[in-house]
């Protein structure tokens, strides 16, 4: 029964996997283990399977099981994108461990927050992450054990894959031996993702097995999904270890695409993959859309492979999506709109009534109103509110940290998005503001109480305000009103360069600094972000990428 000004999405053309994901998982990858290409490094050409995929997720849940780990313990993941990524985050899926993968960029104190949070006992690492996990490694004593994951050998004592499993499986090991544990997919946890929420700082997001299954639902989805047809390549540009490389992803799996990775984004590369590999679809950041949207690069490469060009992680102007579907002579330009806590898309275009400017409509299984918050009651089509989510597929709430899971989840079970919106009489849903605080650069989270606190660190400063100045290409720029302490002295480039030695480059201060005598704030001592904004507004800051 429809509940007033509730948006239901569709009927689902799928059921939902009863196991857990880790079981959806081994069956998927063992129904594809005929097939030569699972992950193509674009970077070097080095591919691995479906079948060593298998085998060797396999080989390392049994080794993880022996070495004594269990649903109490949590699995680390540190890693740029490489093709070895996946085998520990299978593996610890298989047995119900929760995974926390870990940005890779990240500085020695933003990784021992970060670490903080969910505490885990082994950590993956690859080659280029390992001297920055070695050196936390040092302070954290929950860390029990470092494994090398795209070495063939050991490094300076810290093993690597292939010896780690040799101590608890040997040679002959049949992976059609080992089976997945079976549990309640709705309690346990899958993985525990990094997300700055609506406001403060970074916490861990705990998602579900059965937030996964139901994704997975989605990737199968003629209308909503990506391809279904297996071995069909798909370009994946994303970082694996934030929430949008690793569900879609994980998804890809599940459909047995030909996944094609890129480490990072340059733009000849970028182009040249999906000429090459004669790529159909693309799911990409609003920044990489600007990119294809204006770069002269564009005109030298043949990309009418390209079928379907997807956006999310940020919004994307209507101007520069209807400049790609124009220049790539595509119909329209698919976007989704998702959070973290959301098991990423919730709402997505439908491939068959793209609207452009929309963030698409609700997907199946999940349950969409626009809320005044000042009445409570659920708005109807046109009307500005807050857009709020239910479903099974949302997060279970944030790890060891109930204050801010009660402050993002009401008690009916409802998520706020912390986005303002609206959706029309179709059921189209549309993103106009924000009432959280969180900045979006490049599809990142930036959290300006983080930077604020270490700003007020810095002993000529006695007070400073964080915020996110609009920009072209980066979605969001972070920028800083800062108060020097009476007497003291600074530069913009002083402030800046204070920052970006203690954060990754993602939050560097690329807006800008201002001076002035006074953070604006509201009675009970709250900044009033609008009003840092208008100043910044004032002095049109260029951006600086």
């Not at 085998?55 to 313990?73: D, F, H, K, M, P």
């Not at 929420?197 to 916490?203: D, F, N, R, S, V």
């Not at 089509?381 to 801010?404: D, H, T, W």
Request: charged share 20%; proline share 6%; aromatic share 8%.
């Amino acid at each position: 029964m429809e509940e007033e000004n509730i948006r239901h999405g569709e009927r689902p053309r799928d059921i939902v996997h009863p196991g857990s994901a880790g079981q959806q998982l081994y069956q998927s990858l063992y129904k594809f283990a005929s097939f030569p290409e699972a992950i193509i490094d674009a970077h070097t050409n080095e591919v691995i399977s479906y079948a060593q995929i298998f085998e060797t997720s396999c080989r390392l849940a049994v080794s993880i099981e022996q070495y004594g780990l269990n649903e109490n313990n949590v699995v680390g993941v540190c890693s740029e994108n490489n093709i070895n990524f996946f085998n520990p985050v299978l593996a610890a899926l298989y047995l119900g461990i929760p995974v926390a993968t870990s940005n890779d960029m990240y500085t020695d104190g933003e990784l021992t927050g970060h670490l903080n949070i969910s505490k885990p006992t082994i950590m993956f690492s690859s080659k280029k992450a390992l001297p920055l996990i070695l050196r936390v490694q040092q302070n954290l004593s929950f860390i029990k054990k470092v494994v090398v994951i795209d070495s063939m050998y050991d490094i300076n004592g810290v093993e690597c894959v292939s010896t780690f499993v040799a101590r608890y499986t040997d040679h002959t090991f049949d992976p059609l031996s080992f089976t997945p544990k079976d549990f309640d997919p709705l309690e346990k946890i899958a993985l525990i993702m990094s997300s700055s929420g609506t406001t403060g700082l970074p916490k861990g997001v705990v998602l579900s097995h059965r937030s996964l299954t139901i994704r997975f639902v989605h990737s199968r989805d003629p209308i909503y999904g990506t391809r279904t047809v297996p071995q069909t390549s798909i370009l994946s540009l994303v970082p694996f270890h934030h929430a949008f490389g690793m569900f879609t992803t994980l998804s890809y799996f599940v459909v047995g695409l030909k996944v094609v990775m890129l480490k990072k984004f340059e733009g000849a590369l970028f182009l040249k993959t999906i000429q090459n590999y004669k790529i159909p679809t693309i799911v990409v950041a609003p920044p990489v859309m600007v990119f294809l949207a204006k770069s002269p690069l564009v005109d030298q490469y043949d990309l009418s492979s390209l079928t379907e060009v997807a956006t999310g992680g940020a919004p994307l102007g209507k101007d520069v999506a209807e400049a790609v579907a124009k220049r790539l002579k595509l119909p329209g330009i698919i976007q989704g709109y998702g959070l973290t806590e959301t098991c990423c898309a919730v709402m997505i275009t439908p491939h068959n009534a793209v609207k452009t400017g929309s963030t698409g409509r609700p997907l199946p299984y999940i349950k969409a109103k626009v809320l005044d918050n000042a009445t409570g009651k659920a708005l109807g089509p046109g009307e500005r509110g807050e857009i709020c989510f239910q479903s099974e597929m949302i997060m279970k709430g944030y790890y060891n940290n109930p204050e801010a899971t009660i402050d993002t989840i009401d008690k009916d079970g409802w998520l706020h998005s912390g986005d303002i919106g609206y959706y029309d009489e179709d059921g189209n849903f549309f993103i106009v503001d924000r009432l959280k605080e969180l900045i979006k650069y490049k599809g990142y989270q930036v959290a300006p109480a983080e930077l604020e606190n270490l700003l007020l660190q810095h002993p000529s400063i006695a007070d400073a305000g964080v915020t996110g100045v609009p920009d072209e290409f980066g979605g969001q720029l972070p920028a800083a009103c800062v108060v020097l302490e009476s007497g003291k002295t600074l530069t913009e480039k002083e402030v800046q360069d204070f920052i970006a030695a203690q954060v990754t480059p993602t939050k560097h201060l690329r807006g800008g600094v201002v001076f002035v005598d006074s953070i604006p704030k509201g009675p009970t001592g709250k900044l009033i972000r609008k009003e840092l904004r208008e100043i910044f507004a004032q002095r049109a800051p260029k951006s600086k990428l």
